[in-house]
């Protein structure tokens, strides 16, 4: 018995003509999962054949996407484009055998008679006319030194898919192309050098998604051209936007970056990624990595497309805040704002800021967007609050209230709480006639945390500083 007989091998295969698609790293999590279950391997393959499209900026977002999802695999990663020489190679080996054959015909050649056929009867695969070419005919082709592909030899019958997810999958062969192995350029095609990758890489199970289903046959076919045992195949449900179409730029971001740089927790993406398509059959939607290595079963992965919904995945990293708690989301959010270019170095602060923002942030990158007074004293006032909540005698009344805020020790919430209630008494008017107004003048906005706590968190010195300023420009304020 080999390796073969005792260990799952999985791999995830992107190809680096893009960043990371969300849709991939929902495959390769499935992936990894699967691999955890059953104690096998995950491995990272880089399918960069296509040299005119494949660039090194896009492996090292792929390689930075799964390793932020900690999507960690198991063995050093393979470029496919070290194994040109053995994609040739195994080619002429079919050649040899009499199963691939040269083609000498040009694209233009070959679209003027698919053209002509879909005229006439609407369907055109490759109409083997390089098939049996003479050996004069070759010769004559070579001369011209026309360029040539190599192409499979589509034989008789039909493919028969065992899926684990689908059940059987079976395919005429007559409605399958002799499909090109290698290119006019030297360049193999995908479906040849993923059978001979996963081949060489011993992957026994191929998890991928549903839109290479039509890929599967003849990988199965040349499998067998080549007598290597077949892996178990397995199709995963594309992901699709709200509007049932498959998921693209139309419907917001398919790009991990995104979600890392809008602030959304490695946990919470990996657990709203794992419900694309697959539920556990229990009532519970908080998972970690682990309970979902725990609770994974490819036979609950769905037949059916997952919708992605960017709502679910707010909630769901809301949920995660909440599990992880203030102190490990101050220190994300720490990390989070010096990638934004504002350091914090105030751990106390941060904790501070998430305890009082509550449930409002979704994200982390709320706390920036709701919350920009707590990292700058840089803010103009909301126009429309500043129309509403400033009036004539306002700039008097901050100043009474400067005079006991100055005093006020020890610097809580219920203390300043205490002082709002002193001086509305005083002042003869109401909680709410200063409460809005020094909330626009210490964070500029309307709306926002309890004002008392607000006031607490950010400080005796910087709420001093804000509302002198606030005096000041209520002074220039012309209420006529
Ligand atoms: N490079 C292919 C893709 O990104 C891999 C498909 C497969 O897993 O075989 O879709």
Redesign the pocket.
């Known amino acids: 018995m080999d390796d073969r007989d005792t260990q799952i091998r999985v791999r995830i ?3 680096p003509t893009g960043y990371l698609h969300v849709g ?1 790293a929902r495959t390769a999590l499935f992936n990894y999962l699967f691999a955890r279950t059953k104690r096998g391997a995950f491995l990272l393959r880089i ?1 960069d054949t296509d040299l005119k499209r494949s660039r090194e900026e896009m492996v090292g977002s792929i390689i930075e996407g799964l390793k932020w999802m900690k999507l960690n695999w198991d063995e050093d990663i393979i470029y496919q484009s070290d194994y040109f020489d053995d994609y040739r190679k195994k080619a002429i080996e079919l050649l040899d055998k009499g199963l691939a054959y040269w083609c000498y015909c040009t694209p233009d050649e070959i679209e003027e008679r698919r053209k002509k056929a879909l005229k006439a009867e609407g369907g055109w695969i490759y109409d083997r006319r390089c098939h049996n070419l003479s050996k004069q005919e070759m010769e004559k082709f070579e001369r011209e030194g026309r360029p040539k592909a190599l192409r499979f030899f589509i034989p008789p019958e039909y493919t028969v898919c065992q899926d684990l997810i689908h059940g059987e999958i079976k395919r005429e062969n007559s409605e399958i192309e002799d499909f090109v192995l290698i290119k006019s350029d030297g360049a193999p095609t ?1 479906n040849f050098a ?1 059978v001979l990758d996963d081949h060489r890489m011993r992957i026994t199970h ?1 998890l ?2 549903d839109d ?1 289903i039509t890929n599967t046959p003849k990988q199965i076919l040349l499998y067998k051209a080549f007598g290597f045992e077949l892996p178990q195949f397995g199709h995963v449900p594309l992901i699709l936007g709200k509007d049932h179409s498959k998921l693209s730029k139309r419907h917001g971001a398919v790009s991990l970056s995104y979600y890392k740089d809008e602030g959304f927790l490695p946990e919470a993406f990996v657990n709203y990624l794992a419900f694309l398509g697959w539920s556990p059959k229990t009532e519970k939607e908080i998972f970690s990595i682990d309970e979902l290595i725990d609770s994974f079963a490819i036979e609950n992965i769905h037949k059916t497309p997952a919708i992605f919904d960017i709502e679910r995945l707010e909630w769901i990293n809301r949920e995660w805040m909440n599990r992880l708690g203030i102190k490990e989301v101050a220190s994300r959010l720490e990390e989070y704002l010096k990638g934004s270019g504002i350091i914090v170095d105030n751990r106390e602060y941060l904790e501070n800021i998430v305890e009082a923002m509550g449930n409002r942030p979704k994200k982390l990158k709320h706390f920036i967007e709701y919350g920009q007074y707590f990292f700058t004293d840089d803010f103009s006032y909301d126009e429309e609050g500043a129309k509403k909540y400033f009036y004539p005698d306002l700039e008097d009344r901050i100043k009474v209230l400067l005079k006991y805020i100055r005093d006020l020790e020890p610097f809580t919430k219920d203390a300043i709480e205490n002082v709002f209630r002193e001086i509305s008494e005083k002042l003869e008017c109401k909680a709410a006639e200063l409460i809005h107004p020094v909330r626009l003048g210490v964070s500029g906005m309307r709306v926002g945390p309890g004002l008392f706590k607000l006031i607490e968190v950010l400080g005796k010195e910087s709420v001093i500083k804000r509302l002198e300023k606030l005096v000041e420009y209520l002074g220039g304020v012309d209420f006529k």
């Open positions: 295969a992107p190809s991939t399918e995908y993923v191929v991928r998604g290479h």
